[in-house]
């Protein structure tokens, strides 16, 4: 149940910060402004994302590493979406029932040792689903979630890490709105620094996690950069 109640508490962020977003009727598939959500389409360009943090390109960087620690962050980017995906389409409690549903079917999946083709073709099978276009019910969001699971196990990322780094996320997402994200005034970079590194630093520097601490050291740090 616990699990249940952390995918609950999610579900309701994600909701908040979509209203935010993309107005109070973004369920219907349209902005506040009229433009069109695709959230399939959002997934399917996040992995694409994500499996450039492997060395998968036979033409260049051979002996390159995986970026491991974006490979998780864009892991987190992609529950976003599907967070959003299954609002959309389910009310919240039909929603957190289907994705710990699906979260606890991947428990007794054994993933480790994989080469890097096979890490990514496990990724790439994540995307497939999120290109079909059939209706969203209750046995395809079943599949899409459990392939983002089984993404996450090849990524090392836990249920726990996903929603510590989710919880964090959605706090720069409300901080980056704040400031200016969606009028295009927002700086992303600070001293050299990806927002998201800053906010991985000022985690690691916290005895335990707060989202209204991370949001005034966010302010703090921002506010030297003008």
């Known amino acids: 149940m616990q699990n249940k109640s952390s995918i609950q508490d999610m579900l309701a962020m994600q909701a908040a910060l979509n209203e935010m977003t993309n107005g109070a009727d973004w369920r ?4 506040a ?4 959500i695709d959230w399939r389409r959002c997934i399917v360009m996040e992995t694409a994302e994500l499996i450039d943090s492997y060395p998968w390109k036979h033409w260049k960087s051979v002996d390159a590493k995986t970026d ?5 962050v864009e892991l987190v980017d992609i529950w976003h979406f599907l967070l959003s995906l299954s609002l959309e389409n389910f009310s919240e409690n039909e929603a957190a029932d289907l994705l710990t549903k699906a979260y606890e079917s991947s428990l007794d999946q054994e993933l480790s040792d994989l080469s890097v083709i096979v890490q990514v073709e496990i990724h790439e099978a994540m995307m497939a689903k999120a290109l079909i276009k ?4 209750d046995s395809y969001l079943l599949a899409l979630t459990a392939a983002f699971f089984k993404s996450c196990q090849v990524a090392e990322l836990s249920f726990e890490q996903l929603y510590q780094i989710y919880m964090a996320k959605n706090v720069l997402n409300k901080f980056r709105q704040d400031h200016g994200y969606k009028e295009g005034t927002y700086i992303k970079e600070w001293n050299g620094k990806e927002d998201n590194v800053v906010m991985f630093e000022i985690i690691e520097r916290m005895s335990s996690f707060s989202g ?12 030297k950069l003008a």
């Not at 219907?28 to 902005?31: D, H, P």
């Not at 402004?33 to 069109?36: E, I, R, T």
């Not at 491991?68 to 998780?72: A, F, I, L, P, S």
């Open 212 to 223: 209204d601490e991370l949001y005034i050291s966010l302010k703090e740090t921002y506010t």
């Open 68 to 72: 491991m620690e974006n490979v998780r």
């Open 28 to 31: 219907s598939g349209k902005t």
């Open 33 to 36: 402004l009229g433009k069109v």
């Open 134 to 137: 059939s209706s969203v019910t």
